[in-house]
């Protein structure tokens, strides 16, 4: 038994599938046409004490760690959910860290319970139009007047930004460069701060994204999250969870899928037979599952890793990419194994493959994972 | 206020089931067990008792080592502790016997209330409220959809095919809930963590004061003499429309006594 099966995990995973089949798996598709999930899904997944998990209870947490909040999310997408889905309902899972990392009860009363408990919505904002990659370049300013900053600038792509309440949005105070980097909490109604319409995308259909600009709003001081110059080092300590979050749900999307290629195949005839009596479709088959299989068992023990303190910076990118790799391979195989039907918006299989398109984009690309694995090796 | 639930692990209703050919028991080692689904019903409605009125949710169950599962999720739903009652002599025990058993383990503890499912998937009887009810001399409000408690008095919707009658007796009594009663809660991440902790007790027949002959298969008031599986099904009928379909289509469910 893994620390990923243990009898608790096994009956969270339990619970949450429930929960997905009751609550979420016959509605995905209307949200995905609202644009937008509704903010009671947010409150039921609050009561059925899924929000909390993975944050501290002086918080308004569940406790547990992140390993419990990825039991959630794998069970989540293998049982009719979507990583956009993940992506919408635990936008705070991006939002809240560095908040509550930094300790202000003031903010974590007023920011981290409500949103734990379903009744608010936070996003993170740090990249900007001229730049996501290369987050140490934001130009988005900050300037001190008194007891307040004056925020200026445009932020881009931000995941749940129409409907958030509160915006944890990178800025720059300081100087050029990483060190001059804070977190600021910009709140809904600030005079100077607009949410653009929803921008239309290729996937995560449930999860609205949208532009956050910044037209002089006044934000006060209390509103600093953490210590003022040292955001991006805030940011960087939430880079593996971010990371590793996305190649669970690359893993578990495959997963999924697979287990929704191997109904079909094995239902649908051609030419008087199974395609699963066909050796091309057993080997395509055989393959989507020992990509999924690696990209699961790498992983996970790369957080196994992390988890015990180890320093597993490049592991982490490592792990993003070949979760994306096998993410990417069996969705695609999906699809095609499904034919006609794999086109089509009602087959659960098409929803995933605009679905992980994303996976490897955001969070840190490929390319930037890539680089980041180089550069340690050759250190 | 006290409340006991009444819990048993069946195997699933939703994977097959089988009875042991060698002693026509149910086959519970093989099985898929779970929590009786009723049951889930009654935990919480227990619990919704309890939050309301304050006090303790007791979880009693007779069954084998395996049936700690079953007590586990209702402690992860909410249940505060819970009593097992484990001994090899009760395998094959009547309803009769069984109802002994539980009434046993009752009197050590303190009730004001004993909620149930109003059946098991397993054996369907629906008979263990009453046979409790007759053996600790107390009232039984059997098949509830609605429970209200005040003033020392339990109030129960009593669910009819057409409507419901309305029924109360003084606590202490039994109350057997339908699936219509309320929503059960999901046990969440916190509960589950927290269910590790609670008390499990665990009574043994002679710690009930009770002699193993009054159990058990070979003392059973009842057997299962014989069983056979169900016949595999026939050809089905295939109707050809050759437009009076609809027509045939309806004289064929007249023919089962359908419509
Ligand atoms: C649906 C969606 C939701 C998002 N949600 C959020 C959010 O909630 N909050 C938030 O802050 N951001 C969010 N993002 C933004 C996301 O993090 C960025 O898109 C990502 O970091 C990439 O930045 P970019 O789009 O500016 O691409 P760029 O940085 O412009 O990169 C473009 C391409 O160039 C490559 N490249 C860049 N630099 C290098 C280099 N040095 N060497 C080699 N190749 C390079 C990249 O790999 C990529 O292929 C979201 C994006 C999307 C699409
Ligand atoms: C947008 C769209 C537009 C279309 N337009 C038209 C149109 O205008 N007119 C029209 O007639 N049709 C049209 N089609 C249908 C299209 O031609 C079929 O979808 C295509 O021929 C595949 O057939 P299928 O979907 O039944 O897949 P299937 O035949 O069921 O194939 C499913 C999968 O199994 C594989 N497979 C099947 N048999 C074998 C085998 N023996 N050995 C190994 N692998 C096998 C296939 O390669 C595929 O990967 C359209 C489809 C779409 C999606």
């Known amino acids: ?379 | 206020m006290n409340i006991v639930v009444l819990v048993k692990q069946v195997p699933d209703s939703g994977s097959e089931r089988k009875l042991d050919p060698a002693d026509n028991t149910v086959a519970r080692a093989s099985a898929d067990n779970v929590i009786n689904e009723m049951d889930e019903y009654a935990i919480e409605e227990a619990l919704l008792v309890r939050d309301r009125e304050g006090g303790e949710v007791t979880v009693l169950t007779v069954g084998p080592d395996s049936a700690t599962d079953a007590i586990r999720k209702a402690l992860s739903m909410g249940a505060d502790k819970a009593v097992h009652v484990v001994d090899d002599a009760i395998h094959g025990s009547c309803a009769v016997q069984t109802s002994g058993v539980i009434a046993a383990a009752l009197q050590q503890l303190e009730y004001d209330l004993v909620l149930c499912g109003a059946e098991a998937t397993d054996a369907q009887l629906s008979v263990m409220p009453a046979l409790v009810a007759e053996r600790l001399n107390i009232p039984q409000l059997s098949g509830a959809r609605k429970l209200t408690v005040e003033g020392g008095m339990a109030k129960i919707e009593r669910q009819t095919d057409g409507g419901y009658w309305a029924v109360e007796a003084p606590l202490p009594a039994i109350v057997s809930t339908w699936d219509t009663i309320n929503e059960p809660r999901y046990p969440s991440f916190k509960g589950i963590m927290a269910a590790k902790k609670k008390p499990v007790e665990t009574k043994t027949l002679a710690d009930l004061g009770l002699d193993a002959g009054s159990v058990g298969l070979a003392n059973a008031t009842s057997k299962v003499l014989d069983f056979a599986g169900r016949p595999p099904k026939g050809e089905g009928v295939k109707v050809v429309d050759e437009g009076d379909g609809a027509q045939k289509f309806v004289d064929f469910l007249a023919s089962q006594k359908i419509v």
């Open chain 1, 1 to 379: 038994m893994s620390t990923w099966d243990t009898d608790e995990r096994t009956a969270l995973r339990a619970s949450v599938r429930r929960f997905a089949e009751a609550e979420i798996v016959p509605n995905l598709g209307a949200w995905e046409a609202a644009g937008a999930l509704p903010l009671e899904l947010h409150r039921k997944a609050a009561r059925a004490g899924l929000l909390g998990v993975g944050f501290p209870e002086s918080a308004g947490g569940q406790g547990g760690t992140p390993i419990d909040t990825w039991v959630i999310a794998e069970e989540l997408i293998q049982a009719g959910g979507s990583s956009g889905l993940v992506a919408a309902l635990f936008t705070h899972g991006i939002g809240l860290p560095h908040l509550i990392e930094a300790g202000d009860p003031a903010l974590i009363e007023k920011v981290a319970k409500p949103v734990l408990a379903g009744e608010r919505i936070v996003s993170l904002a740090v990249t900007e139009p001229d730049g996501g990659s290369d987050v140490a370049g934001l130009t988005t300013r900050a300037v001190r007047d008194g007891d307040e900053y004056v925020v200026t600038g445009a932020k881009l792509y931000i995941t749940s930004a129409t409907r958030a309440d509160f915006f944890t949005v990178a800025v720059r105070t300081g100087g050029d460069g990483a060190g001059g980097i804070s977190l600021l909490l910009l709140e809904r109604g600030m005079p100077g701060l607009t949410v653009s319409a929803p921008l239309q995308k290729m996937g995560w259909l449930c999860s609205d994204t949208a532009e956050l600009t910044s037209d002089g709003v006044r934000v006060p001081v209390g509103n600093l999250i953490g210590t003022e110059n040292e955001g991006f080092y805030a940011i960087m300590g939430q880079f593996a969870a971010e990371r590793l979050s996305l190649a669970v749900q690359a893993y578990a999307t495959a997963q999924r899928c697979l287990d929704l290629t191997l109904a079909w195949v094995r239902e649908r005839k051609t030419f008087g037979r199974p395609l699963s009596s066909r050796q091309v479709v057993q080997h395509r088959v055989a393959e989507m599952a020992r990509q999924t299989d690696v990209a699961r068992t790498y992983t996970r023990a790369v957080i196994d890793d992390w988890q015990a303190g180890e320093d597993v910076f490049r592991q982490v990118a490592m792990a993003k990419n070949t979760a994306v790799a096998a993410c990417d391979f069996v969705v695609d195989n999906a699809v095609q194994l499904f034919g006609g039907m794999g086109y089509m918006r009602e087959t659960e299989v098409e929803r995933h493959y605009r679905d992980s398109r994303i996976l490897g984009i955001g969070g840190g690309t490929n390319e930037i994972m890539t680089e980041i694995v180089a550069k340690l090796l050759l250190a």
